[in-house]
């Protein structure tokens, strides 16, 4: 059997065109033929090879690949220095090139990986190796800005700080600055719930100058910035088969699917996409509070191989022979098969209030209503709403939210209770006749299942910053694959922020760099319902 054969490992390294030595781990079985490669290019040392949600790389290599687990330049035991992202092109192209001539190699390559990891994929897919055969990215960014650092134009504040820690601790353990490490060590298992500005982000300042988060925070709108560094504008010409990974909490889906919908578009090869109920880690059958059952257990490192043998080495496979959208439907905690990711047989449910939304809930009812709501909800920046789980907060999934959409500053309507299994699929859009008293605030909105008895759970978000009095104020939602049982009841909260997911708006707009808690202003906003101003969540069903 496959999984018998003995595998060994070996360390050795490659030389850039610049002289710069990077490291790689190569594990490979015993064998007379040669075989294609599996590349993984990450920052996190080498050792770790994305185990967090992945088989170890002994396992992919005894499935007869020669696999290289490759630290990229300025990580782990590579040398150079690292800059996000910005060598990922050339150090792509020349990795590529180095492990199709590597001993037992039959100079076919083929990328796997998550994260960053995924985007050393994409960026080495730029530079057209012509090794390169098929690419596995997992929960990436097509867009840097939109589907990354920041969420309609919200910094997705704790995401990033807490990469940006990670980031600056290993810099610090490289360069042997002990001091430095345990600082943004302990930073790390302690991320601020106040303002960053505290001593927590001097501390980032001070140890890690050169970190990436300042850029970010420096360039809050899309320009040339995030143009250069975005797959987005690097890969319009590229065409490689692709199995695409995501997950419904995953604070980077929305790079997942904008990538399969644009290669699905353009491809003339095979397109895969998988989204399964997990987020960014880990990926089994419990996340949040809930349990998704044995069905939601990862079988990507399965898919993968018989990905990988079909694109590599020629061997179809039955998993294969599915539709290509395969989509875990929460509720019934089962997969679900498309052809095209769905995005028709609307469902339109309206708001509708006496104004007191946010003491005893307004209604989520499905036709227009011509009587006029107002409902009043004010912003305190000393006590913001909290985030719990979701696709921004650190953790993610979905949580019983019952206590906290008793707060009076989060504005909440409910469905009657549902006739029928209602099943939700695909895109979430929402229209809100929305105004303040300033001249910018935050929305954040959130999609739960609610039981008889009162418990209430999360499956779909999103968050926008607002800068103008334009309405409707429009706010898509993160996809979702949900079930929501007969009996239960849809409901909507909305609130004016979601901390420390996001950056607090201080109601004039600025980031968290730009303004001092002093500085920030109590926010009233008036949410409009009925009539000329029809707030409303717009989903997506399946077809019958």
């Known amino acids: 059997m496959k999984g ?95 492990v199709a001539q590597l001993p037992g190699s039959n100079g076919k390559v083929g990328m796997y990986g998550f994260s960053y990891q995924g ?218 098969y498309f052809e095209n990711f769905p995005h028709n047989n609307q469902q339109t449910y309206y708001l509708a209030s006496n104004g007191l939304a946010s003491i005893q809930a307004g209604e989520l009812i499905t036709q227009k209503n011509t009587e006029i709501g107002e409902d009043k909800l004010v912003h305190d920046p000393w006590r913001p709403v909290p985030s719990l789980g979701g696709h921004g907060a650190i953790p993610a999934g979905s949580f019983d939210r019952s206590r906290l959409d008793c707060r009076s500053d989060i504005l909440t309507y409910i469905s009657p209770n549902l006739p029928e299994d209602l099943h939700i699929v695909g895109e979430v859009k929402a229209e809100f006749y929305c105004v303040a008293d300033s001249p910018s605030f935050d929305l954040c909105a959130i999609l739960s299942e609610m039981y008889p008895d009162g418990r209430v759970y999360n499956f779909s978000q999103g968050y926008v910053r607002v800068n103008s009095d334009k309405l409707p104020v429009k706010l898509s939602l993160q996809p979702t694959c949900m079930r929501l049982s007969q009996g239960n009841r849809l409901c909507l909260s909305l609130s004016a922020a979601c901390f420390p997911a996001y950056a607090v708006n201080p109601g004039t707009g600025q980031f968290p760099e730009e303004n001092d808690l002093i500085e920030r202003k109590i926010i009233t906003l008036t949410l409009h319902s009925g009539g000329d101003h029809p707030s409303q969540i717009r989903v997506w069903k399946p077809n019958p």
């Open 119 to 336: 985007m050393t994929q994409l960026y080495a897919a730029c530079s057209h190796p012509t090794a390169l055969k098929t690419i596995c990215p997992a929960m990436i960014a097509y867009d840097l800005y939109t589907d990354w650092a920041y969420e309609n134009g919200a910094f997705c504040l704790q995401a990033n700080l807490a990469w940006a820690i990670q980031l600056a601790a290993e810099t610090a353990r490289r360069q042997s600055d002990i001091l430095a490490y345990n600082i943004l060590a302990y930073a790390a298992q302690n991320l601020p719930l106040s303002h960053p500005s505290n001593q927590f982000i001097e501390n980032l300042r001070k140890y890690a100058p050169s970190n990436f988060y300042y850029e970010w925070l420096n360039h809050p709108h899309p320009g040339e910035y995030w143009a250069k560094l975005s797959p987005k504008n690097l890969m319009q010409d590229v065409d490689l088969p692709m199995l695409h990974i995501g997950g419904w909490f995953d604070p980077y889906l929305r790079g997942t699917i904008n990538l399969y919908q644009e290669m699905k578009t353009r491809s003339k090869l095979g397109q895969k996409l998988i989204i399964g109920p997990w987020g960014h880690l880990p990926w089994g059958h419990k996340l949040g509070e809930i349990d998704y059952g044995e069905a939601a257990i990862s079988q990507i490192d399965i898919l993968q191989v018989n990905w990988f043998n079909k694109y590599l080495k020629g061997i179809d496979t039955e998993l294969l022979d599915k539709p290509p959208v395969a989509l875990f439907e929460m509720g019934s905690n089962q997969w679900q």
């Open 4 to 98: 018998k054969l003995q595998v060994k490992k070996e360390t050795t390294f490659m030389e850039t065109h610049d002289g710069v030595r990077l490291e790689a781990d190569i594990y490979r079985r015993e064998s007379e033929e040669n075989l294609p490669v599996l590349l993984m290019r990450q920052p996190y040392g080498k050792a770790i090879a994305s185990t967090v949600v992945y088989a170890h790389p002994s396992w992919y290599a005894a499935q007869g690949f020669l696999v290289v687990i490759q630290d990229v330049r300025g990580r782990g035991t590579s040398e150079g220095e690292f800059k996000l992202f910005s060598h990922e092109i050339e150090d792509g192209l020349e990795t590529v090139n180095w």
